[in-house]
């Protein structure tokens, strides 16, 4: 018998209504803190992908390194992303809508689900690690955020991204399609790609209550590795902040997930006092 269970559940975002798939991996003999709650940590996916890419499973079963310290995880897919519903509106320059109605949504059904449970971490991935630390900004009700290879300078990344063809195609219809060979199409429009360029990150400055660790490969070819020091800057005025930048890791940590996992497993179990 293994030592969790996963369990999958749909929740309906507050605004606009998507239907957000998830999993619950729950542990069998969960940590209990002496307030009697169970500790559940976020774990969120990257740009066009979905809760079970990549590191993201194996993440939710090692996330604890103590026999005594489990913690509960919930993965979940972005509306328009996976499961989830919503794929006409997802928005390529739609960080905010993802921190504010479907992250959001989630953080407040698992408070509501069950007083016990107490949201411990968030835990995001390339677009989601720029997303978990807008949501540290709009609300910082998460004692400790982990952002894995998240862009800081969103103006960047567009050009090298997207081929001659589609940007000739966005200049000339306002909007291109992008195929992908496991998850379907996805729009880009010119006024999300404004969006994203618009973005200010500065903000995150703001944050006080968390505790943040920023990871970065030093092999990653799609977030220059310049980002995590701004991060880091911008990021002195919180509970606590780290950067850890990992040899011969790329942007999908491949071959280097053990490695990453150690890393945050030793992060999330700090204290959070």
């Known amino acids: 018998m293994t030592d969790f269970v996963e369990e999958p559940f749909t929740i309906i975002s507050s605004h606009y209504q998507h239907k957000l798939s998830c999993i619950f991996h729950r542990k069998r003999f969960p940590y209990i ?7 559940v940590v976020i774990i969120c996916h990257g740009y066009m992908s979905h809760k079970n890419a990549l590191f993201l499973p194996q993440l939710s079963r090692n996330i604890s390194n103590s026999d005594t310290n489990q913690f509960h995880s919930v993965r979940f897919d972005f509306h328009g992303c996976g499961e989830s519903t919503g794929r006409d509106e997802w928005d390529y320059g739609g960080y905010e809508d993802e921190a504010k109605d479907d992250l959001r949504c989630v953080v407040e059904y698992l408070r509501n689900r069950n007083d016990k449970y107490f949201i411990r971490g968030l835990i995001g991935h390339s677009r989601a690690g720029t997303t978990a630390l807008l949501y540290a900004l709009y609300y910082d009700d998460i004692p400790i955020i982990v952002n894995i290879a998240g862009r800081y300078r969103l103006e960047r990344g567009i ?13 000339k219809n306002g909007s291109f399609i992008i195929c992908t ?12 790609i404004e969006r994203r360029k618009s973005l200010d990150l500065s903000q995150i400055e703001k944050i006080r209550h968390a505790k943040v660790l920023s990871i970065w490969g030093d092999q990653d070819n ?7 020091y701004l991060y880091n800057e911008q990021l002195k005025n919180t509970k606590k902040n780290e950067m850890i930048i990992v040899s011969d890791a790329n942007h999908c940590f491949i071959g280097k997930e053990r490695e990453l996992i150690n890393i945050i497993q030793q992060w999330i179990q700090q204290s959070i006092e």
């Open 181 to 192: 060979r496991d998850d379907g199409n996805f729009r880009i429009t010119r006024e999300a």
């Open 222 to 228: 799609v977030v220059p590795g310049d980002d995590i």
């Open 33 to 39: 803190d002496d307030q009697n709650r169970e500790h």
């Open 159 to 171: 050009n090298e991204r997207f081929s001659k063809q589609q940007l000739d195609k966005l200049e």
